[in-house]
């Protein structure tokens, strides 16, 4: 059975209470955190894992219903705006619709999440993490070697007597 509006007021306040020690790194089983009405650290453990939860879901639940009214505004825009940015009914492109076509698209991107950063990692054997600097071709060449098997027509100095590292004949 679903608790009261008084229980849940209470048991809102408490979390709120517990929160605000626990980001100040108070310990579960401090007397300033038992005394929030807790019997134990491992309640408090347990109570703090159930409010920062109710928090994520609750914000989960405003971004995705921010996300769809921006979604509704763009789209309404983009209806509107891209047929004279592209010209259509037989006129000219328009240069300044087209800008803010395009702008409405990369701020649609950024709130929907679509032009996240790709983060790259080199990793050598057993998945550790190699540094990159600048380095000589070579030693390019032996770091790309303990990633993987090397192009076949990339040689070494020492394994390409003429001097020629792509094996493509103009010695650049």
Do not use: H
Request: glycine share 6%.
């Amino acid at each position: 059975m679903p608790n009261s509006a008084a229980v849940q007021a209470e048991i809102d306040e408490r979390r709120v209470k517990l929160i605000k020690l626990r980001r100040v790194r108070t310990p579960y089983d401090s007397p300033e955190i038992l005394n929030l009405g807790y019997s134990s650290a491992d309640c408090a453990r347990k109570d703090f894992y159930r409010a920062v939860t109710a928090r994520r879901k609750a914000t989960e639940a405003e971004v995705a219903d921010y996300r769809e009214e921006q979604n509704g505004i763009f789209e309404s825009l983009l209806d509107v705006y891209l047929p004279i940015a592209l010209g259509a009914d037989n006129s000219d492109p328009d240069p300044k619709v087209a800008k803010l076509v395009l702008d409405t698209l990369e701020r649609q991107a950024k709130v929907n999440g679509w032009e996240a950063a790709l983060k790259a990692e080199l990793s050598g054997p057993g998945g550790t993490g190699i540094p990159v600097r600048a380095e000589t071709i070579n030693e390019l060449r032996d770091l790309i070697r303990t990633a993987g098997d090397p192009d076949a027509d990339d040689l070494s100095d020492n394994e390409n007597p003429d001097g020629d590292l792509d094996d493509d004949g103009d010695n650049a």
